[in-house]
């Protein structure tokens, strides 16, 4: 890359129940009436996006990112960073962690991490994720 694309937002910060920031097609819309030009999707939160669907369906990915170009944005990264440090957490701080899971994994920290890997082997398995593990091979 010869230039530096962007500005870029990192959607999870303005996601939320009400129009326009509850559905994908909204907030992208709404991200690029801002003037960004790329988005980074919170992929916990499925209200923008479904990462169990991305990774089984190339056409779900396809539509996802169809949405974004026609409303002026791309997808610069998939955020999973609230799974990963679901992966190892210390039991001082169960309580406060399960708040970053799905509820019906709360209370339950073997439950709580087994959700956190499966949804990062998912990311692996979008098209985002497996540039991420060919590239970071190098």
């Not at 960004?36 to 089984?56: H, M, N």
Request: with cysteine.
């Amino acid at each position: 890359m010869k230039t530096i694309k962007g500005p870029a937002l990192f959607l999870a910060q303005f996601a939320g129940d009400e129009a326009p920031f509850n559905s994908w097609d909204s907030i992208t819309k709404w991200a690029a009436d801002c003037g960004y030009k790329g988005v980074q999707i919170p992929s916990w939160d499925t209200r923008l996006f479904d990462l169990k669907k991305a990774a089984e369906s190339r056409t779900y990915w396809d539509e996802i990112a169809g949405i974004g170009r026609e409303n002026r944005v791309e997808i610069t990264e998939l955020s999973t960073h609230l799974q990963g440090q679901l992966v190892a957490v210390h039991p001082a701080y169960d309580v406060g962690f399960d708040d970053f899971a799905v509820p019906s994994v709360h209370g339950d920290p073997k439950a709580r991490q087994a959700w956190a890997v499966d949804q990062l082997n998912d990311y692996r398995l979008t098209p985002v994720g497996s540039l991420f593990e060919c590239n970071s091979r190098y």
